[in-house]
Each structure stands twice: as C-alpha cells, then as structure tokens.
C-alpha cells in the first residue's frame, strides 16, 4: 500500500497528466512506472493470501469448543467478522471513492496505507493476550504423504477391522496439545485408507496414522462443496465491472450531487450489514425454535438460500437491463451510446439482493470450511473460502472474453460490446441465470451425500439439549 500511494504520487513513477478525451493519444507509462505499479499490486496479493484465511481462523480459535458458552458465541463469530469486514468495505465503497473522485489518488491510497499501520499496531499489541495453536508441521505435506503412500499401496486390501489400521496411541496425541485430536476411520474414500495399512517399511511416506487419514479425507470431501461456489463468486465479480458499467449509461444526479459509479457497492454493503444483524438476531432465534438446531440451520442449507438468491439476481438484471435497452432505443441512444434518461437507481434491487446473498452464502462459506477443516488445518480450511473470490474472478474474465468472441461470429455484433446502448447485457445475465440454476442442482446432489465432520467436543449437543428443555419448559408452562 505504501508502494502504491508512491506510484501515483512521485511525478517519476506517474505518467504525466493527460487532458485527451482519446485515450490513446496520452504518453504510455514507462517501463518502471508500470513495474513499480503493478509490484504494489502483485505483492498486495501475496499480503492478501496470507492475512484473509488466518485473521478469521486465529479470531475463531479464541473461542474454547469445550466450553458450551464459548461454542455458542463462536456460532455468532463469522457473522459478526463479516459485519466488521463489510463495514470497512462501506468506508471503501463511500468515503475512499469520493475522495479520489474529488481530492486525488495520493489520499485515496494514503488513507488506508494508515489504516493499515494502525491495524498492525493493534494486532502486535494484543498478540500476548491471544489464545495460540502449536504449528503442527506442514499440512500439504502430511496430505501429500498420505496419498503417495495410498497409491504405492494400490493392491494392498485393506482389512475389514479398522483396529488393525496403523494408529498412535491416545497418550501420543495427548502429548501433542490441544490443537490435535485422534480421529476415527470412516467409511467414505476408503481407498485412502491404504496408506494406513502395516507393511514391511514405516517410512512416513509408506506408513500413515488413521489420523492423518482421515485429516486428508475431510479436505478432499470438501472439494466439491468448493467448486459449487465457483460460481456465486463469479457473480461477485459483476458488482465492480458489469454492474457498474451499467450505471455510468444512466442518469447518477440527486440534486447538485452526482453519484460516482463505484459507489453503488455501498448498496450491497449496506445490505449485507443489514442481514447479517437480522440474520443473527432474529432469524436464528426463530429458526432454532423450529429446528432445534444451535445454528438455526445447517451451514450448507444456508449456503443454499444464497444460491437461490444469486439465481433470482441474475434474472432481476436481465429484465432490468432489457428494459433499459428499450429506453434507450426509444430515445435513439443506440448508436450514440448516450446517457439512458433513467435513473441509476433502478439498479438497486441486484445491488441490494447481491447483499443478501452474501449474508447468507459468504458468511456460511467462511465458517463451512473452517468447521469443516480438522483441527489442524483451520488456515487451510479457511483459505477454500478465498480461493472460491479468486477463481470467479478468472472465470468471470474467461466467460466475458469468451462469450464475446462467440457471439461476434458469423456476422452478429455480439453481447457485449465498448457500447452498453448498442450491447445485449440481458442474453449475457439470463445465460448467467441458466449457469445458477445448473450450479443449484449440482450443489443439491453433492450436499446430499456430504457427511459433516464429527466435532471434537460435546457442545454443539449440549446447546441443542438447551433448546429442547427450553421447548419442553414452555410447554409445560402453556399447560399449566
């Protein structure tokens, strides 16, 4: 960050001011003027990588899964993240927007640069009053290890007794600490389980604990619940390019005040922070009266409802951007690609759906694979969850580029040109309703054969036996 607000601060690392209303006419940025740039942005990735998937696990892991109270405010935990997530993403989307708009990108970058700083002054600050996990080694490596050993034991049966597999005993994990627990072999990939099978070598690369199996195991169940959210993630990659696109064709003036286009992600920020508050204050207390369930509902179920949102959003923006052709053709704006006279506020509903989808699909997909993941590979778990953001947004370029190209073909203008006015926006978001709908059905088959992962302690039950007696106590109460 403080690379960035060099680069367009420094005269030597801009290029200078360019006044054109043809683009192309401007001096082109140096060579280290585009290293320099680019640099701030590449290394802003590998910063990214490494901070998204642990600030929430090491958040989540001060909370004791042993101890019912602390189990029952860590079900509350992702909600509220995402809230504090989002509410920066708020000052994003309002304030930083205006300010480069209005004063310039030097305070634009330096103002979350200070941010920043401030952050890691916090975090230092309250790392001695953290809850710590002991590293417990390289989790690529002990999966790497157990599928090599599974496939150099292909024709090795495996026994129909599971006592028999290779295992250390419960003292040997107890010595390990809290962050490692023995776990049981299931009947699922039982291929796997070849790598725990006693042979002559106990090389770790031949011979693996049940553990270790069954660790490898969860990570790879999860696989196909992270490839159904490939696709949610390529329709948030709609907001800052499609989405906003669409809004610089149409009239942004509320009075004096002219509404810049990057800021209609506030809408879909406002609300998320809207229905993570409901979603968390009403709608589980609700639900866990019905269900009995100390979540409300299960997390895929809730990962579900996003899907069926995101779908609804996806024909929301067909209709709204058929209609906004119509207009535009009605006004003879088609060639000139001119300002369409509606307002851009006609855009809210899939801004606003957008932000509701997310409550329910991202919030639950962050806490999904963190629950999911075993013990010891939380930051693994965790990092399914920022792996889905970055992949749809490579797939979303790929769909673009390549629904354009086909569509140009055999003489056609295609769907989506420089020119919204003369494009067809609504054949490209009913397609993306189509691959929703695709996506829903795939995700309904591969959560109905989805098994969730033991826990580790007794609170989840404990939580759910308070329901019960809490339904049981009124009851009797409406008796008496």
Same mark, same amino acid.
């Given at each position: 960050?403080s690379?960035l607000t060099?680069?367009v ?7 200078p001011?360019c006044?054109?209303?043809d683009? @192309?006419k401007?001096?082109?940025a140096?060579?280290?003027?585009? *290293?320099?740039f680019?640099?701030?942005? #590449?290394?802003?990735a590998v910063g990214t990588?490494?901070?998204?998937p642990? $600030? ?6 001060q909370f004791d899964?042993?101890h019912?109270?602390e189990k029952s405010h860590?079900? !509350? ?8 997530i ?7 989307n @309002?304030v930083?927007?205006y ?7 030097t ?8 941010g920043? +700083?401030?952050? &890691?002054m916090i975090?230092? !600050?309250g @790392?001695?009053f ?6 417990? /080694?390289s ?7 157990v599928i090599?050993?599974?496939l150099r034991k292909?024709k ?6 599971t ?6 005993d419960?003292?040997? #994990?107890a ?7 023995r776990?049981? !072999? @299931?009947?699922t ?5 070849? *790598?725990?099978?006693k042979?002559?070598?106990t ?5 693996c604990?049940v553990? %270790?199996?069954e660790?490898t195991k969860?990570?790879l169940r999860?696989?196909?619940i992270?490839v159904?959210?490939?696709?949610p ?5 709609q907001?800052?390019t ?7 064709t ?10 810049p286009?990057?800021s209609?992600?506030?809408f879909?920020?406002l609300?998320l922070?809207?229905?993570?508050v ?16 100390p979540r409300g509902?299960t997390?895929?179920?809730?990962? /579900?409802?996003?899907?069926? &949102?995101h779908?609804? &959003? ?8 058929? #209609?906004?052709l119509?207009?535009a053709k =009605? %006004?003879?704006?088609?060639e ?5 006279p509606?307002?851009?506020?006609i855009l809210?509903?899939?801004f606003i759906?957008?932000?509701t989808?997310d ?5 639950a997909?962050i806490e999904f694979f963190?629950?999911q993941a ?6 693994i /778990?965790t ?7 970055? &992949?749809?947004?490579? $797939?979303?370029?790929?769909l673009?580029?390549t629904?354009?190209h086909?569509?140009k073909? %055999?003489?056609h ?5 420089n ?8 054949y490209y ?5 189509v691959?929703n ?14 098994v969730?992962?033991v826990e580790?302690s007794? !609170?989840i039950?404990?939580? +759910?036996? =308070? ?5 049981m106590?009124? %009851?009797v109460?409406? $008796?008496?």
């Open positions: 960050m690379l060099l680069a601060s420094l005269p030597t690392l801009k290029p001011q006044l054109e209303i683009v @192309t401007c001096k082109k140096s060579t280290l003027q585009l *290293a320099v680019y640099g701030a942005l #590449y290394t802003l990588g490494g901070t998204k642990n $600030i929430s696990t090491i958040g989540a892991d899964d042993f019912p109270k860590k079900l !509350s935990f992702f909600n509220w993240w995402m809230f504090s989002f509410f920066g993403t708020l000052f994003a @309002t930083l927007v300010v480069q708009d209005n004063v310039g990108w305070l634009g970058y330096a103002l979350p640069t200070l920043l +700083a401030i952050s &890691i975090f230092l !600050s @790392t001695p953290y809850r710590h996990k002991l590293p417990a /080694g989790t690529f490596t002990r999966m790497a290890r090599v050993a599974a292909w090795v049966p495996v026994p129909h007794d006592k028999e597999l290779y295992e250390l419960m003292e040997e #994990y010595k390990k600490g809290s962050n490692t627990y776990i049981d !072999s @299931t009947p990939l039982r291929f796997l389980d070849k *790598a725990s099978v042979t002559d070598s090389s770790p690369w031949m011979l604990t553990t %270790h199996v660790e969860q990570m999860m696989i196909p992270l159904a959210t490939f696709v993630s390529t329709m948030m990659a907001i800052n499609l989405f906003v696109k669409q809004g610089t149409l009239d942004r003036h509320i009075g004096s005040f002219k509404i286009p990057a209609l992600g506030a879909v920020t609300s922070l809207v229905c993570v409901l979603y968390d204050r009403f709608f589980v207390k609700i639900m866990q009266k019905l269900t009995k369930n509902i997390l895929l179920q809730r990962m /579900g409802i996003g899907l069926v &949102i779908t609804i &959003i996806m024909v929301i923006a067909s209709f709204t951007e058929r #209609y906004r119509s207009v =009605e %006004h003879g704006l088609v000139s690609g001119g300002q369409v509606l307002s851009i506020f809210l509903p899939q759906l957008m932000g989808a409550a329910f699909l991202e919030v997909k963190y629950d075993p013990e010891s590979m939380k930051s /778990g990092s399914y969850s920022s792996t889905t953001l970055g &992949i749809g947004n490579f $797939i979303s370029t790929f673009l580029t629904v354009s086909i569509t073909q %055999h003489g203008k295609g769907w989506i040109l020119n919204l006015n003369d494009s067809h926006l609504d978001y009913a397609f993306f309703a691959l709908l695709l996506n829903l059905v795939f995700f309904a088959i591969v959560t109905r054969f989805y969730y992962r580790v007794d !609170s039950q404990v939580l +759910a036996d =308070e329901l019960k007696e809490k339904k106590a009124n %009851h109460n409406l $008796i008496e």
